[in-house]
């Protein structure tokens, strides 16, 4: 079965970095691409970025262009958001999620269970 | 504020029906297919409806959705306290380039 395995919550102070992972199985790699959503406090969900699993082209919400990267691994099957000068509103459980299609549709399949990242002081 | 537009909440009593509307515009939910996601408190959110009005594999026939121009609605029919949950509808926005949401609509049974 699918499944989308995402690392484990961060702590992290304003100004630093965070990298997260998403280890997938269950199905080819490659055929599908992978989103990033994150959910702040009392927030809805919000798009950050996807990448082309395949040739690992990335593209970024406007919002976050210039402080996240999106990138994978082939030979482990895994997808990382990397997200620097994190602020105290980047506080958010992020999302890996897998989209219906090898190219960016906005319809996700399959989700990861969540990474909270709480950016604190 | 969410590129998508859904009422913030509705309720309905057991075994009714209850609808829940997303409007957006001719770049997303006009040329893409819309999704829907179930959220509870603490969980991954779940896949409802996928290309406007399929039913993935594991979620009952009391849940539907359609399409009409620039807006979706997602239906459950047969009411049960267990669909209490916070329902988003997502696409893809051709003009953005990006994903895009609605805000959110909690259901209350």
């Known amino acids: 079965q699918v499944q989308l395995i995402q690392s484990g919550a961060e702590v992290k102070k304003p100004g630093s970095s965070v990298k997260v992972s998403c280890k997938s199985s269950g199905y080819t790699f490659t055929d599908f691409s992978l989103h990033w959503v994150r959910r702040a406090p009392g927030q809805g969900l919000e798009w950050v970025a996807w990448i082309n699993s395949k040739n690992g082209r990335a593209n970024y919400a406007q919002k976050f262009q210039g402080r996240v990267t999106l990138t994978r691994d082939t030979s482990v099957t895994t997808a990382y958001m990397e997200l620097s000068r994190l602020r105290s509103d980047d506080t958010a459980i992020y999302y890996c999620?897998?989209?219906?299609?090898?190219?960016?549709?906005?319809?996700?399949?399959?989700w990861g269970q969540g990474t909270l990242v709480n950016v604190s002081s | 504020q969410s590129v998508l537009t859904q009422p913030p909440s509705v309720s309905a009593a057991p075994g009714q029906k209850v609808t829940i509307s997303c409007s957006g515009s001719i770049s997303n939910i006009g040329n893409n297919y819309v999704s829907w996601y179930r959220l509870l408190p603490g969980t991954a959110p779940t896949l409802v409806i996928y290309e406007n009005d399929k039913r993935p594999s594991g979620i009952s026939d009391r849940f539907s959705g359609s399409k009409s121009d620039t807006t979706v609605t997602l239906g459950i029919s047969g009411l049960q306290t267990g669909d209490e949950a916070e329902y988003f509808c997502g696409t893809w926005d051709s003009s953005l380039s990006a994903g895009v949401f609605g805000g959110g609509t909690k259901l209350t049974v």
């Open positions: 999620a897998r989209d219906r299609r090898y190219y960016a549709s906005g319809n996700y399949e399959y």
